[in-house]
């Protein structure tokens, strides 16, 4: 029986899945704790014991697919080796590149490097060459450069349109250097150079890292015995082979929510479109499956404040979790989120003390709001007196907050201080949550469910409710709040900005269709047409609830813990190439702009057929490459013409884009070897 | 309102250049400030003036000729105004596109825009989609205006936009288009942010994008 092993490094913990390739089941899966600073050693944790919850053997797993939040981390962080960026023919773009400067330093930050070279070159939007290729200046950055410079990425200006430049540029290098280089028109066939030079350079500065980890990875794989090959998740879900993710590891951004989508399609079992909603501790995520595949956002993922140009899953993410801060409103109704705090019952546990304080504090609610802060750890360094106060103030355990403003006095800005030492992970505040609302009502019972009874005792007594009526409302009000966002992101993708949202007119009818006001007039109906996915250990408690708001249906799939080690394991290869033609000026031509040259033609259909012919070879090149099996391409055209006014003749030919898209599995060991 | 600006705007209307530098120069020496006279004066009779051509009150040449006075009037002010009141509203570069040599829709747009109190940047006919990035590099304008009048030209509308966008710039500005063969739905399918059917509609649209 073959075997697929799937693993996923989240922020929290690091999932290891088994998946039957022939029936899609999972077999068996295991949680360990992420090790941020080594990620080969949770990862090595989580497989060791899902191999030995049933005892498989190593020589069963035909093939490892990988997971990793290493990228996204690292571009958050801003971590990454030195690189050299190459720009071609910039100097349109940036007014810093005219003819003759060299080494801009002060466009690290729009770069994502501080080692950028301009040089002569580059064409226009027709793929036109401006101004031949300086080759001289590219060999003299790399010899200037040689031995210091991990990568190096190149980017021409409509580098899109016509690559011959960039391709030469990575042939000069390659001559000279064994370092690695991208070029910008392999990443993406979009427009915007400034940002596409940032996608290169930032996948350059990633090469080294997500080399290193590859390397540890195998070497822990071979030290359990496994000698399958090892496959990484992009971010729109597909899998490539590790020699291919070290060459491009930008793309492996978003690849943990992406893997967890389709892994939630892959429990669920649904083959059309439909909504995964993930409810964690913090956030909810919110993503699309259409025809099976997670939407994508062709406006590319966002990361670290870089706007890069890489098409991942499209993720929509809510300050709304199970461990959601509850306030009350000016209105007196309960909110919930967006701040993370610990349940007042995950507190208790630990410290059994909150529960006697808590009594106190509904005895007399003068005495507090219900509110603790605690210390995380000691802190290393340097602190501010006011700080170091507060922390020996939390050194014997958590102190309610109005005892803690009560010790430091007025004028320590005490919330302020808070907030700084919760971002620096110093100290953590405790209140009311859903978890806890969950744990008065019955529905949830890990932790304490006493604390959970006393602080919604406070806060009900302030609304003038019975506590269990109050928690009913906590709950509905998390449901009410994901079928918000949902319409939001459903709306959202159809175009619709979400600002609109916040309009009088759409929040009185949404409050109707959400059912918060019951005696209206008017009765209003939001049907979602597509069922929800909902994964997420508090899923149960609160989405069905949403689906019934938006008429729905809801799968909860079990195993929903482990869907982003389920997705890799049951990834796709998936390679695209975009070609498009255009018309050529007023000669009546169509151009055909190609990933290694352009070419003319006098009849459109001309050039459509050429592409056919040509693009295959491409395609194939690159899924073999990614590592697939057996694959099958499919074809998407898309001609563009616009409306002129009435009496000026036909419509405006814009052009045509052509989408060759390789679907196929990836290749797996043949024979299974066994390394024991 | 005093009465001078009042009048200003009458005369205007009317399309009386020469009253209007006089009662211009005439408010100034009253003691009245430029940017009054300017938004009381001047711009309250170009408002007018769109409105009735709008509504189909007046014709081309009368609006053509309103301009003049007003650009009459603007020539006795700008020297007085900072720089800060003429960009008042904000800037606007507009052109023709490549291949194209028609104006008078462009300049009729222009003037009623600097009616309107926006700093325009005239870069012609037969503009280059690079000339367009390289103003819109240079002067920063809120919004970019183009125009053409044939069916083979108007694909340049979206080759520039194209331009914009390889540039890094088009995040930066608001696009606007018009021209007699462009639709609504051409600007849409180009790119574009907004198309205008007329010069006193241009104005309406310009001060809805940048709000």
Same mark, same amino acid.
Request: glycine share 10%.
């Given at each position: 029986?073959?075997?697929?092993?799937?693993?996923?490094?989240?922020?929290?913990?690091?999932?290891?899945?088994?998946?039957?390739?022939?029936?899609?089941?999972?077999?068996?899966?295991?949680?360990?704790?992420?090790?941020?600073?080594?990620?080969?050693?949770?990862?090595?944790?989580?497989?060791?014991?899902?191999?030995?919850?049933?005892?498989?053997?190593?020589?069963?797993?035909?093939?490892?697919?990988?997971?990793?939040?290493?990228?996204?981390?690292?571009?958050?962080?801003?971590?990454?080796?030195?690189?050299?960026?190459?720009?071609?023919?910039?100097?349109?773009?940036?007014?810093?590149?005219?003819?003759?400067?060299?080494?801009?330093?002060?466009?690290?930050?729009?770069?994502?490097?501080?080692?950028?070279?301009?040089?002569?070159?580059?064409?226009?939007?027709?793929?036109?060459?401006?101004?031949?290729?300086?080759?001289?200046?590219?060999?003299?950055?790399?010899?200037?450069?040689?031995?210091?410079?991990?990568?190096?990425?190149?980017?021409?200006?409509?580098?899109?349109?016509?690559?011959?430049?960039?391709?030469?540029?990575?042939?000069?290098?390659?001559?000279?250097?064994?370092?690695?280089?991208?070029?910008?028109?392999?990443?993406?066939?979009?427009?915007?150079?400034?940002?596409?030079?940032?996608?290169?350079?930032?996948?350059?500065?990633?090469?080294?890292?997500?080399?290193?980890?590859?390397?540890?990875?195998?070497?822990?794989?071979?030290?359990?015995?496994?000698?399958?090959?090892?496959?990484?998740?992009?971010?729109?879900?597909?899998?490539?082979?590790?020699?291919?993710?070290?060459?491009?590891?930008?793309?492996?951004?978003?690849?943990?929510?992406?893997?967890?989508?389709?892994?939630?399609?892959?429990?669920?079992?649904?083959?059309?479109?439909?909504?995964?909603?993930?409810?964690?501790?913090?956030?909810?995520?919110?993503?699309?499956?259409?025809?099976?595949?997670?939407?994508?956002?062709?406006?590319?993922?966002?990361?670290?404040?870089?706007?890069?140009?890489?098409?991942?899953?499209?993720?929509?993410?809510?300050?709304?979790?199970?461990?959601?801060?509850?306030?009350?409103?000016?209105?007196?109704?309960?909110?919930?989120?967006?701040?993370?705090?610990?349940?007042?019952?995950?507190?208790?546990?630990?410290?059994?003390?909150?529960?006697?304080?808590?009594?106190?504090?509904?005895?007399?609610?003068?005495?507090?709001?219900?509110?603790?802060?605690?210390?995380?750890?000691?802190?290393?360094?340097?602190?501010?007196?006011?700080?170091?106060?507060?922390?020996?103030?939390?050194?014997?355990?958590?102190?309610?907050?109005?005892?803690?403003? @009560?010790?430091?006095?007025?004028?320590?800005?005490?919330?302020?201080?808070?907030?700084?030492?919760?971002?620096?992970?110093?100290?953590?505040?405790?209140?009311?949550?859903?978890?806890?609302?969950?744990?008065?009502?019955?529905?949830?019972?890990?932790?304490?469910?006493?604390?959970?009874?006393?602080?919604?005792?406070?806060?009900?007594?302030?609304?003038?409710?019975?506590?269990?009526?109050?928690?009913?409302?906590?709950?509905?009000?998390?449901?009410?709040?994901?079928?918000?966002?949902?319409?939001?992101?459903?709306?959202?993708?159809?175009?619709?900005?979400?600002?609109?949202?916040?309009?009088?007119?759409?929040?009185?009818?949404?409050?109707?269709?959400?059912?918060?006001?019951?005696?209206?007039?008017?009765?209003?109906?939001?049907?979602?047409?597509?069922?929800?996915?909902?994964?997420?250990?508090?899923?149960?408690?609160?989405?069905?609830?949403?689906?019934?708001?938006?008429?729905?249906?809801?799968?909860?799939?079990?195993?929903?813990?482990?869907?982003?080690?389920?997705?890799?394991?049951?990834?796709?290869?998936?390679?695209?190439?975009?070609?498009?033609?255009?018309?050529?000026?007023?000669?009546?031509?169509?151009?055909?702009?190609?990933?290694?040259?352009?070419?003319?033609?006098?009849?459109?259909?001309?050039?459509?057929?050429?592409?056919?012919?040509?693009?295959?070879?491409?395609?194939?090149?690159?899924?073999?490459?990614?590592?697939?099996?057996?694959?099958?391409?499919?074809?998407?055209?898309?001609?563009?013409?616009?409306?002129?006014?009435?009496?000026?003749? @036909?419509?405006?030919?814009?052009?045509?884009?052509?989408?060759?898209?390789?679907?196929?599995?990836?290749?797996?060991?043949?024979?299974?070897?066994?390394?024991? | 309102?005093?009465?001078?600006?009042?009048?200003?705007?009458?005369?205007?209307?009317?399309?009386?250049?020469?009253?209007?530098?006089? *009662?211009?120069?005439?408010?100034?020496?009253?003691?009245?400030?430029?940017?009054?006279?300017?938004?009381?004066?001047?711009?309250?009779?170009?408002?007018?003036?769109?409105?009735?051509?709008?509504?189909?009150?007046?014709?081309?040449?009368?609006? *053509?000729?309103?301009?003049?006075?007003?650009?009459?009037?603007?020539?006795?002010?700008?020297?007085?105004?900072?720089?800060?009141?003429?960009?008042?509203?904000?800037?606007?570069?507009?052109?023709?596109?490549?291949?194209?040599?028609?104006?008078?829709?462009?300049? *009729?747009?222009?003037?009623?825009?600097?009616?309107?109190?926006?700093?325009?940047?005239? *870069?012609?006919?037969?503009?280059?989609?690079?000339?367009?990035?390289?103003?819109?590099?240079?002067?920063?304008?809120?919004?970019?205006?183009?125009?053409?009048?044939?069916?083979?030209?108007?694909?340049?509308?979206?080759?520039?936009?194209?331009?914009?966008?390889?540039?890094?710039?088009?995040?930066?500005?608001?696009?606007?288009?018009?021209?007699?063969?462009?639709?609504?739905?051409?600007?849409?399918?180009?790119?574009?942010?907004?198309?205008?059917?007329?010069?006193?509609?241009?104005?309406?649209?310009?001060?809805?994008?940048?709000?």
């Amino acid at each position: 029986m073959s075997i697929t092993l799937g693993i996923d490094t989240g922020g929290t913990y690091t999932d290891a899945a088994l998946v039957e390739q022939s029936s899609g089941k999972v077999l068996a899966h295991a949680k360990a704790l992420t090790t941020h600073r080594d990620l080969a050693i949770g990862i090595g944790q989580a497989v060791a014991a899902a191999l030995a919850a049933r005892s498989f053997s190593p020589a069963e797993i035909g093939l490892v697919a990988l997971s990793t939040t290493l990228a996204t981390n690292a571009i958050v962080e801003g971590r990454g080796s030195p690189v050299c960026l190459i720009l071609i023919g910039y100097d349109a773009a940036l007014p810093a590149c005219e003819a003759g400067s060299r080494e801009l330093y002060a466009l690290e930050r729009e770069l994502a490097t501080q080692d950028v070279v301009c040089v002569r070159g580059g064409h226009d939007g027709a793929g036109n060459e401006l101004a031949p290729l300086d080759e001289e200046a590219i060999r003299a950055a790399v010899v200037e450069r040689r031995g210091r410079v991990e990568a190096f990425a190149v980017s021409a200006y409509f580098g899109v349109r016509n690559s011959t430049h960039e391709r030469r540029a990575r042939d000069i290098i390659a001559e000279m250097t064994d370092a690695p280089v991208t070029c910008g028109h392999e990443l993406t066939t979009r427009l915007n150079a400034v940002r596409r030079a940032a996608t290169a350079a930032l996948n350059a500065r990633l090469i080294p890292l997500l080399r290193n980890l590859i390397v540890t990875v195998q070497a822990t794989l071979r030290g359990l015995h496994i000698g399958a090959p090892l496959m990484v998740v992009r971010g729109d879900g597909s899998l490539v082979r590790a020699a291919w993710a070290m060459q491009r590891p930008v793309e492996t951004i978003l690849s943990g929510p992406a893997a967890s989508v389709l892994g939630a399609r892959h429990l669920a079992g649904i083959a059309g479109d439909a909504w995964v909603v993930d409810v964690g501790g913090t956030t909810t995520d919110i993503a699309a499956l259409r025809g099976g595949r997670p939407r994508l956002n062709p406006e590319g993922a966002q990361v670290g404040g870089w706007h890069t140009m890489i098409e991942a899953v499209d993720v929509h993410t809510v300050g709304l979790g199970g461990d959601s801060w509850v306030q009350l409103d000016a209105e007196r109704r309960p909110i919930v989120g967006p701040r993370r705090v610990l349940p007042l019952c995950l507190l208790a546990s630990e410290y059994p003390a909150v529960v006697e304080e808590l009594r106190r504090q509904v005895a007399d609610p003068r005495h507090g709001e219900g509110q603790f802060v605690m210390a995380l750890r000691p802190a290393s360094g340097d602190l501010p007196d006011e700080d170091a106060r507060l922390l020996r103030e939390l050194a014997n355990g958590p102190r309610p907050l109005r005892a803690l403003a @009560e010790a430091l006095g007025p004028a320590v800005l005490l919330m302020r201080r808070i907030e700084a030492l919760e971002a620096r992970w110093l100290v953590a505040r405790a209140a009311f949550t859903p978890t806890d609302a969950l744990h008065v009502l019955g529905r949830f019972n890990r932790w304490d469910a006493e604390a959970s009874r006393l602080g919604a005792a406070l806060l009900a007594a302030q609304v003038n409710l019975a506590p269990d009526v109050f928690c009913e409302q906590v709950v509905a009000q998390v449901a009410r709040r994901a079928a918000v966002e949902l319409i939001a992101k459903a709306l959202g993708d159809e175009g619709v900005p979400t600002g609109e949202m916040s309009g009088l007119g759409v929040g009185a009818l949404l409050a109707r269709a959400l059912e918060e006001v019951p005696a209206s007039a008017l009765g209003v109906d939001v049907t979602l047409r597509h069922p929800l996915i909902a994964i997420g250990a508090p899923a149960e408690a609160y989405l069905p609830r949403t689906a019934g708001l938006l008429h729905t249906d809801i799968v909860i799939p079990s195993c929903s813990e482990v869907a982003s080690a389920v997705g890799a394991a049951v990834g796709s290869v998936i390679q695209q190439v975009r070609v498009e033609l255009r018309p050529l000026d007023s000669r009546g031509l169509f151009r055909l702009h190609l990933p290694d040259g352009v070419l003319d033609f006098e009849a459109l259909e001309e050039g459509v057929a050429y592409a056919h012919q040509a693009v295959p070879p491409l395609l194939e090149a690159l899924a073999q490459q990614a590592g697939a099996d057996q694959y099958e391409v499919y074809v998407t055209r898309h001609d563009r013409r616009a409306p002129v006014a009435a009496g000026w003749g @036909e419509e405006v030919y814009l052009g045509t884009e052509l989408t060759f898209t390789a679907v196929g599995r990836p290749r797996p060991a043949i024979p299974a070897v066994d390394l024991r | 309102m005093p009465d001078i600006l009042q009048t200003i705007a009458k005369k205007l209307y009317a399309g009386e250049e020469e009253e209007v530098a006089r *009662l211009v120069q005439q408010a100034l020496d009253e003691g009245m400030t430029p940017s009054e006279v300017l938004k009381n004066g001047l711009i309250a009779g170009m408002d007018e003036v769109g409105r009735d051509f709008k509504a189909g009150d007046l014709f081309v040449p009368e609006v *053509l000729i309103a301009a003049r006075a007003m650009t009459a009037g603007m020539n006795v002010l700008r020297p007085l105004l900072s720089k800060s009141e003429v960009r008042g509203v904000g800037t606007l570069v507009i052109g023709t596109v490549e291949g194209d040599l028609h104006d008078i829709g462009k300049n *009729l747009v222009k003037m009623m825009m600097e009616g309107a109190g926006f700093e325009i940047v005239d *870069l012609g006919t037969n503009v280059k989609p690079a000339d367009f990035v390289a103003a819109v590099r240079q002067h920063q304008p809120q919004i970019v205006g183009m125009s053409a009048l044939l069916t083979t030209t108007m694909v340049n509308m979206r080759t520039t936009i194209e331009a914009l966008v390889e540039a890094g710039l088009r995040d930066t500005v608001k696009v606007m288009v018009g021209g007699a063969p462009v639709t609504e739905a051409f600007a849409k399918d180009i790119g574009a942010d907004a198309y205008a059917p007329d010069a006193a509609t241009a104005v309406e649209t310009a001060r809805r994008l940048i709000a």
